[in-house]
């Protein structure tokens, strides 16, 4: 593990996946915790074969500017490794997302974990089946998507590694419940390096379908952490994810956000493609929305849709404005982030994350 990173979660605003990928890794110098020699094994969310930009699966783009970055660097000894979903064809998954291409790109074996070899690891009350190809990686470096999940309510670091494990054991985990073996398999396989791909992420399914435009980039080392902040961003307490506190217990990493240092690197201001169809369209429509930031708007309609999910959307009642166009306007009604603090009331941020906007809207909820 990259100690020097610690409580440490670096983040990039934009949608130039390769190159802001690439200046978070100038800024922290993964490299410097490596022999040249070592096996990096490159781990993204192929849950399915949907394209990117459809919220499910990790943009290609991203790993593209991570193995520039380190083949710049002399680093040679990279592959890339993932087992899709039980009902998804992994091979066809890294046809269909880009990653095929990518691997004759850069000349880099690809690993079918679905067919791989399995080692059966004992921890506590589990055995697991773990891909022997990720067992044997000098450093994992995780590609999580940043989104929501009808059982867990969220996914990204801890439970991509469920990528990992053989199909047999993916059913298992579901029998399961999910949390507990999901904790378990992150204390036997750990993770070196988390780059979440937070540009596009599902709404509220792992499989994609209602994508929301979220345009940023985290990076860090330790993956309870990492989750914790995750579930603020998609309107989330930490503690609401059973699996992010069990991990925490099982000592994998720390769920104790107020220690975190959050480093933003940049900001992004270019208004969003308002999307205002499928389950996003309801949503919408309760929003006044003027040049908004992607990353703004992004979190404010996971925060909608935390508050829809509580069956109190009509108690909101009052007009929501968001956008650079309500720049010092004496706004009436509420206000989402710094451009519209002349708003009666107003959330701070810019962006502010789902989790303080979801908070800021319940005290203003009707009965
Ligand atoms: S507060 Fe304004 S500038 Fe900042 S992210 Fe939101 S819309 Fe963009």
């Not at 592959?79 to 269909?96: C, D, K, P, Y």
């Not at 309500?326 to 994350?353: D, R």
Request: proline share 4%; aromatic share 6%; charged share 20%.
């Amino acid at each position: 593990m990259n100690t020097s990173l610690n409580n440490k979660i670096y983040l990039s605003y934009g949608n130039q996946a390769k190159k802001l990928v690439k200046e978070i890794l100038a800024a922290v110098k993964p490299e410097q915790q490596l022999k040249k020699s070592d096996l990096i094994a490159l781990k993204p969310n192929l849950i399915n074969a949907t394209p990117a930009e459809q919220g499910a699966t990790t943009d290609p783009e991203i790993v593209a500017g991570v193995i520039e970055y380190f083949q710049l660097r002399g680093f040679n000894n990279l592959m890339i490794m993932e087992g899709s979903w039980v009902g998804a064809n992994t091979t066809r998954a890294f046809q269909v997302c880009g990653y095929q291409k990518l691997a004759d790109h850069y000349q880099l074996p690809l690993f079918n974990l679905q067919q791989d070899s399995y080692q059966k690891i004992k921890i506590a009350d589990y055995e697991m089946e773990i891909a022997s190809t990720a067992l044997k990686a000098d450093y994992i470096i995780n590609f999580p998507v940043l989104k929501g999940h009808c059982q867990t309510k969220i996914t990204c670091a801890l439970k991509n590694m469920k990528g990992c494990i053989s199909n047999r054991e993916k059913r298992k985990f579901h029998q399961q419940g999910l949390h507990a073996p999901i904790a378990y398999l992150n204390k036997v396989l750990k993770q070196d390096l988390i780059i979440v791909d937070g540009i596009y992420g599902d709404l509220d399914f792992e499989e994609g379908g209602n994508p929301v435009q979220m345009n940023r980039i985290l990076l860090g080392n330790d993956p309870v952490l990492i989750d914790s902040y995750a579930a603020r961003l998609l309107g989330y307490q930490p503690a609401e994810i059973k699996y992010i506190t069990l991990a925490a217990k099982l000592g994998v990493g720390s769920n104790r956000l107020e220690q975190a240092e959050v480093i933003e690197l940049n900001q992004d201001h270019q208004s969003t493609q308002l999307r205002a169809d499928g389950k996003i369209k309801n949503l919408a429509a309760k929003v006044k929305a003027g040049s908004a930031c992607s990353a703004c708007y992004g979190s404010l309609i996971h925060a909608l849709k935390r508050i829809d999910q509580q069956g109190k959307l009509d108690q909101l009642r009052k007009p929501i404005k968001i956008g650079q166009d309500y720049q010092k306007q004496q706004l009436a009604g509420l206000g989402i982030g710094s451009c519209c603090s002349k708003a009666e009331k107003f959330v701070p941020g810019c962006p502010p994350s789902a989790g303080d906007i979801l908070e800021f809207l319940q005290a203003e909820l009707v009965n």
